[in-house]
């Protein structure tokens, strides 16, 4: 297997499992944290987002959209049949990345930061946060699923 597959293999797989852990806060984590009330949800959603900062998470977070833009830079210019598959995971891959960093990030910031305690203050460190979050946590689970389907493409079909 060439290197440029190897890389495009890789890319799918990263992003692939990044694009899961989007989905599986859209349609289940997300409901179920909804369900409870204001300082259950703070207490919940802080706990997730002080334990999902690990090696795992932030080796998988930051590879994803490497490779995919690695792939992209090498398979774009290449003689593939598909090379624009390649482009546009790349291209979605960084987007899932930034709009993490510029959206998602901030939120958990502001959650972990905002002062709670009593119902008032509880509820509103969750009403600046859960919609605002959701909302950015489904954009980039569509942006981390059509590059996982891009770069899976290229790969399937640029042989």
Same mark, same amino acid.
Not at 130 to 147: C, D, F, H, I, M
């Given at each position: ?9 890789? %890319?799918?797989?990263?992003?692939? @499992?990044?694009? #899961?852990?989007?989905? *599986?806060? !859209?349609?289940? +984590?997300?409901? =179920? ?47 593939? %049949?598909?090379?624009?598959?390649? @482009?546009?995971? #790349?291209?979605?891959? *960084?987007? !899932?990345?930034? +709009?993490?960093? =510029? ?53 399937? @079909?640029?042989?």
């Amino acid at each position: 297997m060439p290197w440029l597959d190897k890389l495009a293999v890789l %890319s799918v797989a990263l992003n692939g @499992v990044l694009a #899961g852990l989007y989905f *599986a806060f !859209t349609c289940a +984590v997300s409901p =179920a944290l909804g369900r409870l009330e204001d300082r259950s949800f703070v207490v919940a959603f802080r706990a997730i987002n002080a334990a999902i900062l690990n090696g795992w998470f932030l080796s998988v977070f930051f590879l994803a959209p490497l490779t995919a833009v690695a792939a992209a830079i090498w398979g774009g210019s290449t003689e593939r %049949s598909f090379p624009w598959a390649l @482009v546009a995971g #790349g291209v979605l891959a *960084a987007v !899932t990345f930034i +709009v993490t960093v =510029a959206a998602n990030v901030p939120l958990n910031e502001g959650l972990a930061a905002a002062p709670s305690g009593s119902a008032a203050l509880d509820h509103a460190a969750r009403a600046a946060f859960e919609s605002a979050w959701n909302g950015w946590n489904l954009l980039r689970t569509l942006t981390g699923t059509a590059a996982t389907v891009c770069l899976a493409a290229a790969l399937a @079909v640029g042989r």
